[in-house]
């Protein structure tokens, strides 16, 4: 990934570091110092932490359940936790004998 500060310099913009960016709901969405380091970060709706990288090379991605907790975790040094929502039954819909029903998680 190109750092936002070589960014700017191609486009001539004026900045000093430390350098922080946030999205529209106040969550930190990047950070770069003058020693070269620098993290990206993305959140869900609720402001919980779902993607982080970093120069170092570092990454994980996390997803939570309706009550916040972490339901999955992965990152770069091969360790998972959970199961990936795309590949969980939560939320979906069977019908049994005319019957509706909604797919949980056990707590």
């Given at each position: 990934m190109k750092?936002?500060?070589e960014i700017y310099k191609?486009?001539?913009i004026a900045f000093k570091f430390p350098i922080w960016i946030h999205d529209?709901?106040?969550?930190e969405t990047y950070?770069?110092?003058?020693?070269?380091?620098?993290?990206?970060?993305e959140h869900d709706s609720d402001g919980n932490k779902t993607y982080h990288e970093n120069?170092?090379?570092?990454?994980?991605?996390k997803e939570y359940n309706s009550d916040g907790e972490v339901t999955y975790y992965e990152n770069s040094h091969g360790e998972k936790r959970g199961t990936p929502r795309s590949q969980?039954?939560?939320?979906k819909i069977v019908e049994i004998d005319g019957i509706k029903y909604e797919l949980k998680l056990k707590n």
């Open positions: 750092k936002l500060s191609e486009l001539g529209t709901n106040g969550y950070y770069e110092d003058s020693d070269g380091y620098w993290c990206r970060k120069s170092n090379g570092f990454w994980y991605k969980s039954c939560e939320g």
